[in-house]
């Protein structure tokens, strides 16, 4: 059975990646958003709703809820990923342990009128980014639709990804954390570091200060790395000089390090972790 070309597989992905612009541009990977309910409104991540309006919403303790893409949302980007010459179509997403995306993005797959491989990444944010980039690379330099979808699964199973948020309040809110961890935040008043684990935000660290918090964010990711050569991210939510410090100093301790993105969360992961969030993600290469 012949595979399918590399000119003839597109790449999908939703908008929880948050790949930078350019690296989204140069890839052609085409970006599904998620919807934001504002209120009555519903907006979609990316064009309709800025982090920062969301940031400003939370904070004024606005109603604030997040919605997957329909499956006809899907499959009409695989509709039109087929009409634009695919042959086949690598769809990654972030994890089904605490979003529906993928499950819809399955549903639209089954009527595609190209082979569809739907991939959990078990991630979120650059840990679902560096993923999408890796299929895409491996696209581009001629692989196959299984090579892409191999290249993914390999790079989700070597990222990390940890988190800093002002408080567990926002994701207590959001049902994305458990009912025990939820009580480590409020009861003894610390600062909650995260973590991923088999798709689901877990409680790591209770540190007692927010400057000691960043400080172990930054730590956690140079043991992470080791000597190993690795990609970085750093996120945030209204908290970019703070992005910007932890970036630096991870240039200068990263020993082999390969690409390093900053950047600002959408809105859909920060509905769930509100304003201040700091993020790193540790991709093996």
């Excluded at 840990?127 to 330099?141: I, N, Q």
């Excluded at 996120?235 to 100093?249: S, T």
């Excluded at 990263?254 to 509905?271: D, F, K, N, Q």
């Amino acid at each position: 059975m012949s595979r399918t070309t590399s000119s003839k597989v597109a790449i999908v992905t939703d908008s929880t990646a948050y790949l930078p612009p350019s690296a989204r541009a140069r890839h052609g990977i085409d970006v599904v958003p998620l919807t934001v309910v504002l209120g009555d409104r519903a907006l979609e991540e990316g064009t309709e709703i800025s982090a920062r309006s969301l940031a400003e919403a939370l904070r004024e303790r606005r109603a604030v809820t997040t919605s997957r893409p329909s499956p006809a949302v899907f499959a009409e980007r695989y509709r039109a990923a087929a009409e634009a010459g695919a042959e086949g179509v690598v769809s990654l997403h972030l994890s089904s342990e605490i979003s529906g995306t993928y499950d819809a993005a399955v549903l639209a797959a089954r009527d595609a009128p190209v082979p569809v491989r739907v991939v959990d990444s078990g991630a979120v944010a650059m840990a679902l980014g560096f993923c999408a980039l890796e299929a895409a690379r491996t696209v581009s330099e001629g692989g196959s639709l299984e090579d892409a979808v191999a290249a993914a699964e390999k790079r989700a199973e070597g990222v990390s990804a940890y988190f800093y948020v002002d408080t567990l309040d926002y994701l207590r809110r959001g049902g994305r954390i458990g009912a025990a961890q939820k009580l480590f935040g409020s009861a003894l008043a610390v600062k909650p570091l995260l973590q991923l684990v088999d798709g689901r935000i877990e409680l790591l660290e209770k540190v007692r200060t927010a400057s000691k918090a960043i400080a172990r964010l930054e730590e956690i990711v140079v043991e992470k790395a080791g000597d190993a050569e690795v990609d970085v991210a750093v996120h945030h939510l209204a908290a970019q000089e703070k992005a910007d410090q932890i970036a630096e100093h991870l240039r200068e301790r990263v020993p082999r390090l390969g690409e390093l993105h900053v950047s600002e969360v959408g809105a859909v992961i920060g509905a769930h972790t509100g304003p201040g969030l700091l993020g790193t993600v540790v991709s093996l290469k």
